[in-house]
């Protein structure tokens, strides 16, 4: 018996592990639909068929909760985009790349609806407190990888080093955000169309590196990155 | 007594009337700040010293008092953009007066916070029921009001017939909301861009009617316009 404790102790942590996991997972199914006030223990308990006792005993607060589900959605946000754009060599096709994940990502519903991070973002832009900061912090991440790209883009030569680095991530992020809610207002084109923009902002920014012809069109300028780096 | 009846009723009338306001202006405040869920009765009756019953006298549930706050952000916001707006002549003028008082609407902080339309609308673009479909009516009188200054724009002679004046409207939103989010992240420059961008997009629109030069800045277009209207 003793010599089995170790292993039921781990299976018990493994158990836990993977009701924390579920937990979250419902979590951030209910709030990427509907904000993360919709989220009561309440709810979730019932969703679950736990107690709510159960579920305090793995979340010891709604605060917990919610940065949990925060952190979640963050790491779902960077695997669909960040993570994904990783896979572009650095430079303007990693620039490309981080743009079309990101409405590649509204485009498949990677969420369950628009809260993370839009509805999230706004809601929480100009309050204070652990939850506020958690989702800025995603939202920081997001336009830090944008601003990295520009300037990995800059020192590749691909990019003019004149451009704010900054200023172009504010930019392209603003295209985008606005292309969703074209989107959700029910126009079917805005991804498309926003695609058609971003390429056309980075022309403008692109030096004498990359050929005019590339940007002729999306499909141009897919084809041209796939030439180049194989 | 008799006689001075009826007054006292109409006073207690106006006092319920103005109780009413007071309630919907608090309930403004915190959901504008903080989202339509941060209105709870209880918090709302705490910060009014009000009892929950006393509340509850005028707003039979907490669907109805959402419903009156959404209602009171579609009045706040028509009265600072739609209406202040329609004091500029039909036309090209009137759509830029339109994103103009919209990007004013959030330099001046008319609401106390982001929420109201752009956290909600993302929060609820997915949602059915009563308060997504109030939310979504505000967006849609929005779109509504830009589609229809492109139209008249057109009817003018202003604008080119071929432009689509629903897409022109949709992408005049995307520009703005993009450029609030880029304000509310730090860019002190955003609303200023915006309003650059805002004028290139009318000018890549507009007929000869309207001189060149009068796209050359944010100035030079304020001047023609009001020399045109004098």
């Not at 419902?26 to 993360?36: C, N, P």
């Not at 743009?99 to 609806?113: I, N, P, S, T």
């Not at 990888?145 to 300037?151: F, G, I, N, P, S």
Request: proline letters at 2%; glycine letters at 8%.
């Amino acid at each position: 018996m003793r010599k089995r404790a170790p292993k039921a102790a781990g299976d018990k942590v493994l158990k836990g592990d993977a009701t924390r996991r579920a937990i979250v997972g419902r979590a951030l199914k209910i709030a990427a639909a509907e904000g993360l006030a919709a989220l009561t223990i309440g709810r979730l308990a019932g969703d679950l068929g736990m107690s709510k006792s159960g579920l305090f005993a793995h979340f010891r607060s709604k605060r917990t909760l919610e940065l949990a589900t925060i952190d979640r959605a963050r790491d779902v946000f960077a695997s669909a985009v960040s993570i994904s754009a990783e896979d572009s060599p650095e430079g303007i096709g990693r620039l490309w790349s981080l743009c079309h994940f990101w409405l590649r990502h509204v485009e498949e519903r990677v969420f369950a609806g628009s809260y993370f991070f839009a509805g999230a973002f706004f809601e929480y832009a100009q309050q204070s407190g652990p939850v506020p900061d958690r989702i800025r912090g995603a939202t920081r991440e997001w336009l830090a990888a944008l601003k990295r790209a520009v300037k990995q883009a800059q020192k590749l030569g691909e990019i003019e080093r004149n451009a704010n680095a900054e200023r172009t991530a504010f930019e392209l992020n603003g295209l985008l955000v606005g292309a969703h809610w074209t989107h959700l207002v029910g126009d079917h084109e805005a991804l498309r169309k926003a695609r058609a923009a971003v390429l056309s902002k980075l022309r403008s920014l692109a030096t004498r590196e990359i050929p005019l012809k590339a940007f002729e069109s999306v499909r141009d300028f897919r084809a041209y990155l796939k030439e180049r780096h194989r």
